[in-house]
């Protein structure tokens, strides 16, 4: 039985600083692919950072590149979201998802085929 748990959201004032964390619970063989998504009240689910596991390269969206930070560790079979410099407009319920096989740092909700429960972020101005 696979399993994706997130953890880490809270409330913070704009400027501010979180970490999310996804605990993947697989039983077998660790994900190829990782990736945080996010959807705020009445908008679609949007991608915000992807991770190739096994060779730890990473793309993100354009609206948190070089202020969210993607990483891992697979000796804990997590994955985190340094999320710095926050603004009120990243408010949204974050999901971690995973996928088997090459995901080509997609940040499309159809690539993946695994998900969280979510966990929210509040950013305040």
């Known amino acids: 039985q696979v399993q994706l748990v997130e953890s880490g959201g809270g409330s913070v004032q704009a400027g501010g600083s979180l970490r999310l964390s996804c605990a993947a619970f697989?039983?077998?063989?660790?994900?190829?692919?990782m990736a945080w998504f996010r959807q705020a009240p009445g908008k679609e689910r949007e991608g915000v950072a992807t991770?190739?596991?096994?060779?730890?390269?990473?793309d993100y969206a354009d609206s948190v590149r070089g202020r969210f930070t993607i990483s891992q560790d697979n000796a804990r079979n997590t994955l985190y979201l340094q999320m710095n410099s926050l603004k009120p407009e990243d408010t949204a319920m974050y999901y971690c998802a995973a996928r088997w096989g090459a995901c080509n740092y997609s940040l499309r909700v159809s690539v993946y085929n695994y998900w969280g429960q979510g966990t929210q972020v509040t950013v305040s101005s």
């Open positions: 991770i190739n596991t096994s060779g730890g390269r990473n």
């Open positions: 697989t039983y077998t063989r660790s994900f190829d692919c």
